[in-house]
Every structure is written in C-alpha cells, then in structure tokens.
C-alpha cells in the first residue's frame, strides 16, 4: 500500500493492537536494508550521487553487493540488551554498556564520535550514566525505533528506557528529544493497521516531546504538521542531511509520512537528499518496515546483502526474539552471535570501504 496517510474515520479509531512479529521483523530488517542501500551514497551531495550511480536505488558498495554500518549493528545492540533485561532500564543500560565496550574491540571502520567517546569512557570505567558527552547528533536515534517496538505497550518504560540509551552516548537534550520522536514513531506505526493510520494522530503525539522554549524543534514540527512545501530547503538541507539531530529526525519523518508504507518510493526520497544516506536509509527503513512488514522492503535489496555474522537470517530470528520478549513476554535471552568472525568481517569492510572511497574519485563527475 502507498500514497499518503488518509485520516481515519470515527469507526476506525480504535484501540491500538499489539504488533504481530512481521512488524518487528520489518523494523529491524528494514533498518538494515536502508542502511545497506543508503552507505554506498553516504557522505555525498545528491548531484555527485546521480552522477555516479544513475536514478533508482541499488546495491552500490561492491559487485552489486551491499554491507551494513555501524548503524545496523548498535540496533542489533539496542535489541540484545533488551533481551538481556526486558524489564529493567538499568540492567539494560548495563548490557547496552557492555556491548559497546566489546563493540569497539573489534575495530568498527565506521562510529560516530559522541558514540567512540562515550565507548573508550566506559573502557575507563565511567559508568552507563556516565559515559555520555555533549553532542546533538544523530547516534542514538538510530537505536531508537528499536526500544519503540520493545516497549510498545509501556509509555513509561519507552521514555526510561529510550533516556537510559540515548544519555549513554548523548548528553544534548536534543539528541534525547529526536530519539524519544523516533521511538514514539515506530511504536504508533507498530501498533496500527493501515487504514488505522492517523499522520495528524501521529505528530499530535511528538508535540509534547519538544518544550515550547524549543524554537527550532517547534518550527519544523510546525512545518510537518502543515506538509509545507520546500520543507527540506527551510531545514537547510538542500545539499544533503547531515548527523545533526534535528536535521536527521525531520528529514525522516518527511519522507515517511508522505507515504507510510511505501518502502522503495520513501527510501528513494530519503536517500536523494544526499548527505548521512546509510543513518537517513536505515531510520526510514525502520519506522517504514515497522509500519508495513518486512513484505514492503524489495526483496532484491535483502538479497544482496552481503553481511557475516549479522546476516538477514540472523537479524530476522533476532526480531522474532525481541517480538517474543516484546509482545508475547516469553524469556528468551540475547541471540547467540559468532563474535571471533566480527574482527575478521571489520577487517574486510574496510578494506571495501576504502577501495569505493577510491572509486568515487573517478569519472563520470556529470
């Protein structure tokens, strides 16, 4: 289904529904899809973009293939944690904390750094409710959508757990705000049928998130709310998205809300406007597959992702787990991961990274 959110009438506003596993499924590999698709444009403004890889979306990273971001993996991370204490934000901090230490053992080739600041603190032994730095960008947004869906049906445990995650890496009140949208986001596209989904309903609920004495969250969320056109050049984004926070949030929810559950068509909008592609791609793909199943993302960009020990397999029976946890409250533990592969897998994504680095040097610049 595309085009769109049409209002709902008085008969269909109804009471949300618990998200079946589709919708977490969708959430998590839709998150990895756009990631993939969005890290081989990452970095670039939209006309060097279409000079070198033409119109409509593709694998680009290499022979067609495409590999994750960082992005993906501290979702993966969000979703572990919370498997690892469902109930309780503080042992969920502690495991999300643990993780991101172990993280940068195995050499990222790509972080954020309010995200390596926050790790190499942990490593010094500041604790989970220390370790964040002064930053508004964009790093625990992306974990976000995640704990929406975890915390779908608990609007206390959603901001704790969502605040608990954000402050970890991100201390800005900014940061903390566009991660509490985001989560707000993916729950309501979780929880409500298609002909159930109110755009209005949806951004009526992130108004309270932003204080009056936020200016600037204030006129873009105006902005949305009046679908105003030339959004994206009054954001200032005309020459791509950049990691600040409330670039990325708006930009999203943009191109989201102009059709919810269009997957292809919103992930093109999102990724035309240049700049952070592989955290744009990968928030749209979540709050879209959250709303509309892993059935909406195409199947020839999950195909050609190629990605070990984080597989599509892997991260589908992980969203299985975390629905299991999530809706039907069955103790199921964190999902085993071949972590000696991941140093190995690092090693080789850079060596990728570097080599299309190079290749954007080269011809064709039109």
């Known amino acids: ?37 969005g ?27 495409g590999m994750a971001s960082d992005d993906t993996e501290l979702a993966c991370f969000t979703a572990q944690a919370f498997l690892a204490s469902p109930g309780d934000s503080s042992g969920f901090a ?52 995640v704990i929406g869906l975890a915390c779908w049906d608990d609007d206390g445990k959603l901001r704790e757990f969502t605040g608990r995650s954000t402050r970890m890496t991100h201390t800005d009140p900014r940061a903390e705000r566009g991660a509490l949208a985001l989560a707000l986001a993916a729950r309501y596209a979780a929880v409500h049928r298609p002909e159930d989904f109110s755009r209005d309903e949806l951004l009526g609920q992130l108004v309270p998130v932003f204080p009056d004495d936020d200016l600037e969250a204030r006129r873009w969320l105006a902005a949305l709310r009046a679908d105003s056109p030339g959004f994206i050049a009054a954001l200032g984004c005309e020459s791509g998205v950049t990691g600040y926070v409330y670039h990325t949030v708006p930009a999203v929810l943009w191109a989201w809300l102009a059709a919810p559950f269009d997957f292809r068509g919103g992930m093109e ?11 744009t791609g990968a928030t749209f793909g979540a709050l879209c597959g959250a709303a509309a199943g892993e059935k909406a993302i195409p199947p020839e960009w999950l195909a050609g992702i190629c990605e070990r020990p984080r597989s599509v397999a892997w991260v589908r029976e992980l969203a299985r787990r975390l629905h299991a946890a999530a809706v039907d409250k069955k103790g199921c533990g964190p999902l085993a991961l071949a972590w000696p592969l991941i140093p190995v897998r690092n090693a080789l994504f850079l060596s990728i990274v570097l080599a299309h680095g190079l290749r954007r040097l080269l011809p064709p610049y039109r």
């Open 1 to 37: 289904m595309s085009g769109p959110a049409r209002e709902p009438s008085a008969r269909a506003a109804c009471a949300p529904a618990a998200p079946g596993v589709e919708r977490f499924e969708g959430c998590l590999l839709g998150l990895m899809a756009g990631d993939c698709i």
């Open 39 to 65: 890290l081989s444009r990452e970095g670039l403004p939209p006309e060097r973009a279409r000079s070198l890889f033409g119109a409509g979306l593709r694998h680009n990273l290499i022979f067609g293939r």
């Open 94 to 145: 502690r495991a999300l904390g643990w993780k991101l230490r172990l993280w940068l053992l195995g050499v990222p080739a790509g972080v954020g750094f309010a995200t390596l600041r926050a790790a190499l603190k942990l490593w010094l032994g500041f604790s989970a409710l220390e370790s964040g730095v002064r930053s508004a960008g964009n790093g625990a947004a992306i974990r976000s959508p």
């Open 269 to 279: 909008r999102i990724v035309a406007l240049g700049g952070d592609t592989d955290t």
